[in-house]
């Protein structure tokens, strides 16, 4: 066990660095592909200064050539990676299940930072998952059980949720309360997670978005006509929401019937 630990703790290490790649290249249309380059200087970055996390340690979080600080957030999202990586092995072994779930929860870290760093959420990941989510529960392996009638009425009566919402708010406050990138990817999720779990999700980020908005323009961070990156609420709800569902076994469907 602690041989097979070890090896899925390595190969969560080298997806995140690729998720890594995704967060940095997806919001600026650079090819995903290609050899990583230092941020700052340009200069093509040598295979053994790429080895994730390791690199990082040796070269004590400076680029070899210009010396300017790695972000932290490299091996931050490598150990995350790694660390979601184990506890889906640990919950559900080596299945397809398991690596279903862990595409997903990628997906969302994916949407979490670019969203949070660029107010982008990319289509390349929202358009490849809609569809995989659909397969998913065709083919009896959904991530939490879903027939694939309630794949497909989550995915859209939760993406015509958020779009008559935001109509609603466009029409009497006459600007736009969020885009389509978070309506596209809130159906994502409902493809994925069902109806009942995603509407909880649209509730529960709504409320947290809500609140750090309010704590920024108390403490004069932002006023009240900026914007939030609202699909980072939106994805941190949803792997909170997922991870309690797995781990807790709290269905929401449990907690409507009961109130």
């Known amino acids: 066990m602690t041989f ?16 890594n ?11 995903i592909n290609k050899s990583s380059s230092c941020t700052f200087c340009g200069n093509k970055i040598k295979y053994f200064d790429n080895i994730p996390l390791i690199s ?14 790695i972000s932290i957030q490299y091996p931050f999202i ?6 979601i990586a184990v506890l889906i092995y640990l ?23 670019t969203d949070y760093q ?8 929202t358009y490849s998952f809609i569809p995989l989510g659909i397969l998913v529960s065709l083919t009896n392996y959904s991530i939490i059980d879903l027939s694939i009638y309630e794949c497909l009425i989550g995915g859209l009566v939760s993406g015509l949720i958020l779009f008559i919402s935001s109509k609603i708010f466009f029409y009497i406050k006459k600007i736009e309360g969020m885009g389509m990138g978070d ?3 809130i159906s994502m999720i409902g493809f994925w997670l069902g109806l009942p779990n995603t509407i909880f999700i649209i509730i529960l980020s709504a409320f947290f978005g809500s609140i750090v908005g309010l704590l920024l323009i108390f403490i004069k961070k932002m006023n009240r006509y900026d914007h939030i990156p609202y699909g980072t609420f939106i994805g941190l709800t949803a792997i909170l929401i997922w991870t309690l569902n797995i ?8 907690l409507l019937i009961k109130y």
């Open 118 to 125: 660029h107010f982008i959420i990319p289509n390349e990941i």
């Open 78 to 83: 490598e150990l995350l990676i790694s660390s």
């Open 183 to 185: 309506i596209k990817m």
């Open 4 to 19: 097979e630990l070890l090896i899925i703790f390595v190969f969560g290490l080298s997806i995140g660095s690729f998720v």
């Open 21 to 31: 790649v995704c967060i940095y290249r997806l919001p600026l249309n650079k090819n």
């Open 91 to 113: 919950k559900f072994d080596f299945t397809i299940v398991a690596i279903f779930s862990f595409l997903f929860i990628i997906s969302l870290i994916i949407l979490i930072f």
């Open 247 to 254: 781990f807790l076994e709290f269905d929401v469907k449990d």
């Open 56 to 69: 990082f340690l040796i070269l004590t979080g400076k680029c070899r050539n210009c010396k300017k600080n």
